[in-house]
């Protein structure tokens, strides 16, 4: 899920110097400060849900009211349709990211589909799961695509190169996990293992990718609760965006030890406003962007945003 954006002023000062140009970076980011709060939609009932910052500062966000998929950039406060609401059949989605080749792959909830598109929005590839999945939110690593079903409680593995995306394959059941899921959700992986949020009971899954072994995280602090409907790695910092209910919404930030069976939570961001709900996150250079997608109030009430995680970093 990790898109680092930390080199940016250095890669776009390069030609200029090359041309003898001296570079204004610092004049541009005086005059040009990105904004804190960006507006998705204004159509009722759209209900954001899913998040992707790309290393260019394009920001994609899912509706899982409508299936609409909206694009913007990060220096602009307003996105902007990039997928029709109900194009391709896909009447709701949540999880959105952009593969290593720069195809959009959008999780399609109860439509039970993931669909791949290029940057310009043309449809490559629609995979279905079983019918009555709930396809929430998926990582890569560098050969395929694995994706959570809601639903069934299961994972899902299809095969991902530059040539295409392969068949949705059951990878791993729910007979297979324990304790028992009830409502996987957030999901990422470091290309050796898995990290997956069950909140049906507040766990973190640590899966092997070759043996399929699973174990829950033993978590220090935050009384022993770490799972997270969007999650968000970087190294062995694991970002979850923790919002079970009772009003508290934060993003919970917390270190893995080294081989991934504990992890020691170090910090919650500042609580989210009252039935904003946000629901996943993503870095944008040294800030955390989270989607407000207003479930708790569901359809909540337009405009509906991203903001920037207030407290963390």
């Known amino acids: 899920m990790i898109r680092r954006r930390t080199a940016t002023t250095v890669l776009l000062a390069a030609p ?20 804190e709060t960006y507006v998705v939609s204004t159509t009722p009932g759209d209900t954001p849900e899913g998040i992707e910052v790309t290393r260019d500062g394009t920001i994609y966000v899912t509706s899982v009211g409508t299936g609409a998929v909206y694009r913007g950039t990060v220096r602009d406060p307003k996105l902007r349709p990039f997928l029709p609401a109900g194009s391709d059949g896909r009447t709701t989605a949540t999880g959105v990211h952009v593969d290593h080749w720069g195809r959009v792959l959008v999780a399609g909830a109860s439509t039970s589909k993931l669909y791949m598109y290029d940057a310009r929005g043309r449809l490559l590839a629609i995979r279905p799961a079983a019918e009555g999945s709930f396809l929430n939110d998926f990582t890569f690593t560098e050969d395929a695509v694995y994706v959570t079903d809601s639903a069934h409680n299961q994972i899902w593995r299809a095969s991902l190169t530059k040539d295409g995306l392969g068949r949705l394959k059951p990878w791993l059941t729910r007979d297979k996990i324990q304790p028992t899921p009830y409502f996987l959700n957030g999901i990422v992986t470091d ?35 770490l799972s997270g409907d969007g999650y968000l790695l970087e190294g062995h910092r694991l970002y979850a965006v923790y919002n079970a209910g009772g009003g508290k919404y934060v993003t919970r930030l917390a270190l893995l030890n080294r081989d991934w069976t504990k992890a020691q939570v170090l910090a919650d961001s500042m609580p989210g406003a009252t039935n904003a709900t946000p629901t996943t996150i993503a870095r944008d250079g040294h800030r955390l962007l989270w989607v407000n997608s207003q479930l708790d109030a569901k359809p909540g009430t337009p405009p509906y945003t991203v903001s920037v995680v207030p407290g963390l970093n």
């Open 16 to 35: 200029l110097l090359a041309a003898g140009v001296q570079p204004i970076a610092e004049a541009q980011h005086v005059h040009h400060p990105r904004p």
């Open 191 to 225: 290309g050796h293992r898995l990290l997956v949020g069950e909140q049906g009971q507040d766990v973190t899954y640590s899966i092997n990718l070759r043996t399929k072994a699973v174990t829950t995280l033993e978590i220090t602090g935050a009384n022993g609760i």
